[in-house]
């Protein structure tokens, strides 16, 4: 799988885990460079604190744009270590397939 925006790809990996309908990528197959530090924070109360990126590319910034839960609850201890993207971040299909793992909140969510 990759993810990719203003022409860049931001991140590569066949090991990716699927939450919430979002796709969490390994934080080392993050393209350096392209990820700088945002103040932004968020609470899940089943995944835990969200630590928020701003994704840089081709000289644009789209603040907010990936996170990452750097102390994950147990329930989400699959996504530690990984990083998701979205406003307007490509994740498609790359060449060589995908090993894809799915988690759930459980029954109560």
Known sequence: MQASWNGIVLAESSDTVVVEGRRYFPLGSVRPGVLTESKTRSLCLWKGMAHYFNVVAHGSVNPDAAWTYRHPTILARRIRGKVAFWQGV????SPGGVKKST???????
């Open 90 to 93: 490509q994740v498609e299909r």
């Open 103 to 109: 988690i759930s909140p459980g029954r109560n969510g």
